[in-house]
């Protein structure tokens, strides 16, 4: 597709268990960010890859989470053990290069998690 | 520290009339300028950004913003606004140059386009 692609676009899962979200990149880029928004509220930033390297991953909440990214495209971002502050949107999203450029983000529409 | 505000966390405006959204930013050096725009329910849209030259930028959907240096502000605005134009909008900044990628993101301001 033409645009950032997350899945799914709705989960609900009880206290403890685990999620895996998916976000599938434009192609051709090669930095990929997470983000989590509160409802209606501003952006959380979690973790960004360059490449399949995650060189900042200083927003993780806490060990529950972690990401991976391979062949430079596809990301998951996994959250063990989930408690219910874990509930938010997740917001994957891309730009064709790395920093200190000017190439805007591309989002995508996000996963809705709710953890009941 | 580096910093973003956008002052205010909603903006009212009567469909037709001109609007405007704050931002003003606390950044070394001389920082690349976003807005972005988030509908309901979904991602968010890039706008329109600042790199550098003439100060007025425009971007899709009819906006611009004016970047003032010494005031170190860069504020949305549209001559005449749409009901379709309420959101949720951003602004973001990123340092220029070197290995940073980070955005630094205001906190959002809740635009209401009343008919």
């Known amino acids: 597709g033409a645009g950032v692609s997350q899945s799914p676009s709705n989960k609900v899962t009880e206290k403890g268990k685990d999620v895996e979200l998916r976000c599938d990149p434009i192609s051709g880029h090669t930095a990929l960010y997470w983000y989590r928004q509160s409802l209606g509220q501003g952006l959380e930033f979690l973790i960004y890859?360059?490449?399949?390297?995650?060189?900042?991953k200083s927003g993780l909440p806490s060990d529950r989470f972690s990401a991976e990214r391979t062949g430079g495209s596809v990301s998951t971002l996994t959250i063990q053990r989930t408690q219910q502050e874990d509930s938010a949107v997740y917001l994957c999203?891309?730009?064709?290069?790395?920093?200190?450029?000017?190439?805007?983000?591309?989002f995508g529409n996000g996963t809705r998690l709710t953890v009941t | 520290a580096q910093s973003v505000a956008q002052p205010e966390d909603q903006v009212n405006v009567a469909e037709g009339n001109p609007l405007t959204v704050k931002c003003t930013y606390s950044?070394?050096?001389?920082?690349?300028l976003f807005w972005y725009v988030q509908y309901p329910n979904r991602g968010l849209q890039f706008l329109l950004k600042?790199?550098?030259?003439d100060n007025l930028v425009k971007g899709s959907y009819g906006f611009e913003a004016e970047f003032n240096k010494s005031q170190t502000s860069f504020h949305l605005k549209k001559p005449s606004a749409l009901v379709s134009d309420s959101a949720l909008y951003f602004c973001?900044?990123?340092?220029?140059?070197?290995?940073?990628?980070?955005?630094?993101w205001g906190a959002g301001t809740k635009l209401i386009i009343k008919p």
């Open positions: 999203a891309s730009s064709l290069r790395q920093g200190g450029d000017n190439s805007p983000l591309h």
């Open positions: 890859f360059q490449g399949n390297s995650a060189p900042d």
């Open positions: 600042y790199i550098t030259g």
């Open positions: 973001a900044v990123r340092d220029r140059g070197g290995s940073n990628y980070q955005l630094i």
């Open positions: 950044v070394s050096g001389n920082p690349y």
